[in-house]
Structure formats: C-alpha cells, structure tokens
C-alpha cells in the first residue's frame, strides 16, 4: 500500500518537475508547482500512515500536509497577483521576459 503511494508520489513529483523545466508560461508553472506540493503531501501522508498503524494516535503527516496546503495557497495568490499585474502592462506574460521586476 504505501510503496504504491511513494510512487505515485514520485510520479506526480516527476510530471511537475517536467512542467516547471518544460512550459514557459507562468500559470502552467503555478500548476505544476502545485503538483509537485500535492505529491510531497501524498509522500507525508503514506509514510505517517506506514509508520503509525493506528492512525489516530498521531497525525503528523496529515497535520504538515494542511500545512504546506495553506502555505501554497499564499504562494499561489501572491503570485497570480504579479502575473495579472504584469498582464496589465504587457499583452504576453513570458518567463524569460521577467527581468524587469529587478528594477
């Protein structure tokens, strides 16, 4: 059960990796970004049920994965703000031509 999960956390971990390196625009990244910190969730959550069998006696993996929930969805609203503030100034929104925000 839990080598399955690992997997498949490493699977989706893999694919948003992949996206990140691949895409260019940036809410494509958002998602896959946030696919990676699904899979980092689903690790937490297999390990902490492996390790602990009965699971309400401690809830670890469950408790630091609504953590890094939280903490991604601050992540994700501060950055769709500068995406749609960029797209207020600009028609196309591309990685590579953030350079500007260095001023």
Known sequence: MVVN???L????FA???LGVMIHRHPVIIFMCIELMLNAANLALV???RHHFSPAWRTMD???YAFL???IAAAEVAVGLAIIVALFK???RV???EINFLKR
Do not use: E
């Open 9 to 12: 956390a490493g699977l989706m």
């Open 61 to 63: 993996g469950q408790i």
């Open 89 to 91: 100034h600009r028609t």
């Open 46 to 48: 297999a390990f902490n």
């Open 15 to 17: 694919i948003g990796t």
């Open 5 to 7: 999960s690992v997997w």
């Open 94 to 96: 591309d990685i590579d």
């Open 68 to 70: 890094i929930i939280v």
